[in-house]
T-cell receptor, first 113, second 118 residues
Framework: EAGVTQSPTHLIKTRGQQATLRCSPI?????VYWYQQALGLGLQFLLW???????NRGNFPPRFSGRQFPNYSSELNVNALELEDSALYLC????????????FGDGTRLSIL | AQKVTQAQTEISVVEKEDVTLDCVYE???????LFWYKQPPSGELVFLIRRNSFDEQNEISGRYSWNFQKSTSSFNFTITASQVVDSAVYFC???????????????FGKGTKLSVKP
């Protein structure tokens, strides 16, 4: 069974540009989560999508947005990139429910120059 | 407020030593779930175990064991006879279940970096 896949592996952008990160969940999972892992800040929750709807978002500005497609894949968009957006962005998927373990992809390393 | 604390930032042991990683959590929910994840140098987070708030039985899986104690709000993880391949960052996480419905997200501790030297 294929795990969570994320693309691209690495992404290099400059300040002010926009970035799009993609995630394909494990087959059968309807929930997709996005986390940011920045150096020294640990894993911070960004967004949760389930059945095509945004269900919750973390404490991030509106320039972080995303969507979930009918096939449950998801993309994360970051507009007006800032230097502090440099981080590993992890996508996870699960069956819906707080008791369900989230399974993570390998992440996208976003570097802002 | 919900919170997960992993007080040990880094631990270094020699192979075959036993090591315990501490995790203390805070939540106002009566239904919640606790998780441990492993993040090797390659970066991906690997799910290790889930515990629900109603099940305080300890669990053992090979060299890994987990001790859940509601009285002290702790969910500690022990690796017996550690190996070099155990070197990774280990994260403890909390998911709340019943207060206002699931928020979906995992609340992670800061992680403990374990280095096992040969």
């Amino acid at each position: 069974e294929a795990g969570v896949t994320q693309s691209p592996t690495h992404l290099i952008k400059t300040r002010g540009q926009q970035a799009t990160l993609r995630c394909s969940p494990i087959s059968g999972h309807t929930s997709v989560y996005w986390y940011q892992q920045a150096l020294g800040l640990g894993l911070q929750f960004l967004l949760w999508y389930d059945e095509g709807e945004e269900r919750n978002r973390g404490n991030f500005p509106p320039r972080f947005s995303g969507r979930q497609f009918p096939n449950y894949s998801s993309e994360l968009n970051v507009n007006a990139l800032e230097l502090e957006d440099s981080a590993l962005y992890l996508c996870a998927s699960s069956f819906r429910g707080s008791n369900q373990p989230q399974h993570f992809g390998d992440g996208t390393r976003l570097s802002i120059l | 407020a919900q919170k997960v604390t992993q007080a040990q930032t880094e631990i270094s042991v020699v192979e075959k030593e036993d090591v315990t990683l501490d995790c203390v959590y805070e939540t106002r929910d009566t239904t919640y779930y606790l998780f441990w994840y492993k993040q090797p140098p390659s970066g991906e987070l690997v799910f290790l175990i889930r515990r629900n708030s109603f099940d305080e039985q300890n669990e053992i899986s090979g060299r890994y064991s987990w001790n859940f104690q509601k009285s002290t709000s702790s969910f500690n993880f022990t690796i017996t006879a550690s190996q070099v391949v155990d070197s990774a960052v280990y994260f403890c996480a909390l998911s709340e279940g019943n207060y206002g419905g699931s928020q979906g997200n995992l609340i992670f501790g800061k992680g403990t970096k374990l280095s096992v030297k040969p």
